[in-house]
């Protein structure tokens, strides 16, 4: 029986991001003690270099697929490469990270391969040969533990939720080329526009330190002062759903079942209640640190620290507070 | 033009799941009666979509509700017959329910087959109680169509669609020939609520009620039976949190405080 987990590797600002090192992580401990492989496939272009990264973080083979042609993510043409690899790979598992792209692709694969997927993992654990699959459902307030009955199984995990591969860099893989195929059929979808958000350069899903806004901050003003809290911590702003869909923030700041996992050492919710659809997006911080007026509010009930009061009166002189730490530190260095 | 809009009941997403039973032999989750049910919000904004479409390119345009679910699912066409959908379907057959993502795709682009002439096919991103996110794209990759995922926006001219899409890092605009299946995300906007008047002419649209065999579905692959997730265990998951309330008589000193916690646990 196949043994070997498969890690499909998303690129950003030309590397890995973060949960790839995760999945890596997770599929070396899922193969242990099996005759299977941990397995990557690194489709882009100008990737080639992140192999013998893969490979220091434990992919004992990379399938690498880099052309002009997969240097956006265009579903069709990923899903045609990633399929020819997973045939030839036969793993028991296909790992892809809980992002939007891994999102749009895994239901694709399944069904490509005639399989199942589990969206948005939290644990997959090996249980007598076979292998069990944790995930929240119903809004992130239950969880299920799922086993399929075809092979390969493809799962999106969630990141923050597993220990990274530690880099190595005296591990040794090899790298198998896959080629562009001619029976691959020309995509029909086509992008005719693009609009990134700006941001400064710190990807929320990778910050130290999130502060998150909800709709307590009663509109766009109270971001601006939460920017300032993230820049005295080093860290990135994000919200929960009601910001976004109300327009005083964009949409890719939004964390929760919908929108982005992290799972920074300290997150920070300032005016968002705790719903079950937004913890689904942050329960796995380090600490949680909550700024709420109402006492009774569920996100304490997940925190480290409560701090009941209005984030008007609180936040600025908690920005003091901290850059007067950070002064004190400087001068007994 | 034809567009399908598939539709799942759900228990409505508002309800604190405190509410909520956990049966572990049955491995489901139990809702007390009375308990109110609703159209999954991110469908609600897939019907919202189709409804945007025809409001552009007026009546010309036919809107079909699909629903796979039991009996009672019945009321969530009607919902949808009321925001203005022009007919519904509801695969109701017990030889049909309680499977996964994919006996779930399987049944409703049969569905879509028997429909026949659909041009596109409109669901939510997920449903708000699986949390799954595949029977949209299952449904594309058996009927040999293409996905788009996650739109804020779909708009229709000739046979060509052009979607905006939500992406972790901002947006993207695609085309894409018809036909096509679009999964649609909260960027959307708010659905309309039904008027008065869509809800009375509703009672007289036709709801069409299809089983495994019109679908033409042998049924070891469809519902239970065909479904290649076996659900082992549903649970609540252990919080084990404490939360330690920072004390203070002002803001300052209770700013001060968290600072001092945050610095002691060289979190600074
Ligand atoms: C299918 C589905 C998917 C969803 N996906 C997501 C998701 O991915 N992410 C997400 O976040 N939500 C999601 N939601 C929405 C979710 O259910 C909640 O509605 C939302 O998270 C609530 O946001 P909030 O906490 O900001 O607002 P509220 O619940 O309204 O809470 C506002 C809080 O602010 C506090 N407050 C008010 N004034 C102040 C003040 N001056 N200072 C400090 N505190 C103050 C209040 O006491 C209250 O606790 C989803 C919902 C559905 C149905």
Request: aromatic share 4%.
């Amino acid at each position: 029986m196949a043994a070997g987990v498969l890690v499909v590797t998303e690129i950003a600002l030309g590397k890995p991001v973060a949960p790839v090192y995760e999945l890596l992580g997770l599929a070396g401990r899922l193969a242990a003690g099996t005759s299977g492989k941990v397995e990557a496939a690194l489709l882009g272009r100008g990737i080639e270099g992140c192999a013998s990264d893969l490979i220091a973080r434990g992919a004992e083979r990379v399938y690498l697929a880099d052309e002009g042609a997969l240097a956006d993510y265009e579903p069709e043409r990923w899903v045609a490469r990633l399929v020819r690899i997973a045939r030839e790979s036969g793993p028991a598992a296909i790992l892809l990270p809980h992002t939007t792209l891994g999102a749009d692709l895994a239901p694709r694969l399944a069904f490509r391969l005639d399989t199942a997927v589990a969206a948005g993992c939290v644990e997959i654990a090996r249980d007598s040969g076979r292998l069990l699959f944790t995930r929240p459902c119903y809004g992130g307030s239950f969880r299920e533990t799922l086993s399929m009955r075809t092979a390969p199984a493809v799962a999106t995990v969630r990141g923050g939720c597993h220990e990274a591969a530690a880099r190595d860099p005296r591990r040794k893989g090899e790298v198998v080329r896959v080629e562009a195929s001619t029976a691959e059929p020309a995509p029909r979808m086509n992008v005719v526009a693009r609009e990134r958000t700006v941001s400064d350069g710190m990807r929320l899903e990778e910050a130290r330190v999130v502060v998150a806004g909800g709709r307590g901050l009663e509109g766009a003003d109270g971001f601006v002062l939460l920017a300032e809290l993230a820049q005295a911590l080093g860290g990135a702003v994000g919200a929960s759903r009601v910001p976004c869909d109300l327009g005083w923030c964009p949409h890719s700041m939004q964390i929760g079942l919908t929108g982005k996992t992290v799972a920074p050492e300290v997150y920070i919710a300032v005016g968002i209640s705790g719903a079950g659809h937004h913890m689904a997006g942050c329960g796995n911080a380090g600490n949680i640190i909550a700024i709420n007026t109402d006492r009774e509010a569920a996100i304490y009930g997940q925190a480290r620290w409560g701090l009941v009061g209005d984030y008007r009166q609180v936040i600025p002189p908690l920005i003091a507070a901290i850059r007067e730490i950070h002064a004190t530190a400087r001068k007994s260095e | 033009m034809r567009i399908a809009v598939c539709v799942k009941q759900v228990p409505n997403p508002d309800t604190p799941a405190a509410v909520f039973r956990v049966d572990e032999t049955a491995r489901e989750l139990v809702l007390p009666p009375g308990q109110p049910l609703a159209m999954s919000p991110f469908d609600e904004q897939a019907l919202e979509a189709a409804l945007r479409i025809r409001d552009e390119l007026g009546g010309t345009v036919g809107i079909s509700a699909l629903t796979l679910g039991p009996d009672a699912s019945r009321s969530v066409l009607k919902h949808a017959l009321a925001m203005g959908a022009d007919e519904g379907v509801l695969l109701a057959d017990p030889a049909l329910l309680s499977g996964d993502s994919y006996a779930t795709a399987l049944a409703l682009a049969a569905a879509v087959r028997k429909l026949g002439a659909v041009d596109l096919v409109l669901a939510g991103r997920q449903a708000a109680d699986t949390d799954a996110g595949a029977v949209g794209i299952g449904m594309a990759e058996l009927l040999g169509w293409t996905a788009v995922t996650f739109a804020k926006e779909v708009r229709v001219a000739g046979a060509t669609a052009r979607v905006t899409r939500v992406l972790d890092d901002g947006l993207e605009t695609v085309e894409a020939p018809l036909p096509l299946v679009v999964t649609v995300s909260n960027e959307l906007g708010a659905p309309r609520k039904p008027s008065l008047r869509e809800t009375m002419r509703a009672a007289r649209k036709p709801v069409a009620a299809w089983g495994a065999g019109e679908l033409g579905l042998a049924a070891q692959r469809a519902g239970a039976a065909g479904a290649r997730r076996v659900r082992e265990r549903l649970f609540v998951p252990a919080r084990e949190s404490h939360c330690e309330f920072i004390a203070g008589a002002t803001p300052q000193e209770q700013a001060s405080a968290l600072a001092r916690c945050m610095r002691d646990a060289k979190l600074l």
